[in-house]
């Protein structure tokens, strides 16, 4: 089994910055793409941004420039760096990540979620 845990969320005033973090353990024999997406109240979850097994990031276009993934393939991590948040910022964060295990199946797997909150 595998599991994504998150942490990091919580509330900031709007231009402040939070990092999420997400490790992923388990029978983990492969981390290919790596992810943040978001579920703001009444609305459908959204990619926020995609990290490649090589470090390829891609971003939704509402992030580009204060948004930045990163991972640490050695401690199975990927982290959101996110500065100059908004209000439209706020929702619950849900780390994801497509997993080979050690038994040769392959899954998208995902966390449980962390809230962030941007005050105005």
């Known amino acids: 089994q595998v599991q994504l845990v998150e942490s990091g969320g919580g509330l900031v005033q709007a231009g402040g910055s939070l990092r999420l973090s997400c490790v992923a353990s388990?029978?983990?024999?492969?981390?290919?793409?790596m992810g943040w997406y978001r579920q703001a109240p009444g609305k459908e979850r959204e990619k926020v941004a995609v990290i490649s097994r090589y470090g390829s990031p891609t971003y939704a276009d509402s992030v580009k420039g204060r948004f930045a993934i990163s991972r640490d393939s050695a401690k199975n991590t990927v982290y959101l760096a996110m500065s100059n948040l908004k209000p439209e910022d706020t929702a619950v964060y849900y780390c994801?990540?497509?997993?080979?295990?050690?038994?040769?199946?392959?899954?998208?797997?995902w966390g449980q979620g962390t809230h962030v909150t941007v005050s105005s």
């Open positions: 388990g029978s983990i024999f492969i981390i290919n793409d």
């Open positions: 994801n990540a497509e997993i080979t295990e050690i038994r040769g199946l392959s899954e998208n797997y």
